[in-house]
């Protein structure tokens, strides 16, 4: 099993900034993708940004160039900055990790989520 922890949701005006984190534990040699999901009110779960280890990193294209996906250098640490935050950014947004073969998903596992509002 792995547990994610998220931490850094909030309250940000339009065109401000937060930075969010992820930290993995348990099974973690087992990961191999992180990334970030949302869920905005009355839709579906959509990818945001993901990283599969040694590849290069996949973002959706409404945040392309406003959002940066990183991690740690233990590897099972992720954060996403957000700029140039707009009220459509509005989710809550959730880490995922998991465990790929190729392109067989494995496993997954989901942080609890937090709360993004952006409004002025």
């Not at 534990?25 to 905005?40: L, Y």
């Amino acid at each position: 099993q792995v547990q994610l922890v998220e931490s850094g949701g909030g309250l940000a005006q339009p065109g401000g900034s937060l930075n969010l984190s992820c930290a993995a534990s348990g099974s973690t040699f087992t990961v191999n993708v992180m990334g970030w999901f949302r869920q905005a009110p009355g839709k579906g779960r959509e990818m945001v940004a993901t990283m599969k280890y040694n590849k290069p990193v996949n973002y959706t294209d409404s945040v392309k160039g406003r959002f940066t996906i990183s991690r740690g250098n233990a590897e099972h640490t992720v954060w996403l900055q957000m700029n140039d935050l707009r009220p459509e950014n509005t989710a809550v947004y959730y880490c995922n990790a998991q465990t790929q073969d190729g392109e067989i998903l494995i496993s997954e596992y989901w942080g609890q989520g937090t709360q993004v509002t952006v409004s002025s």
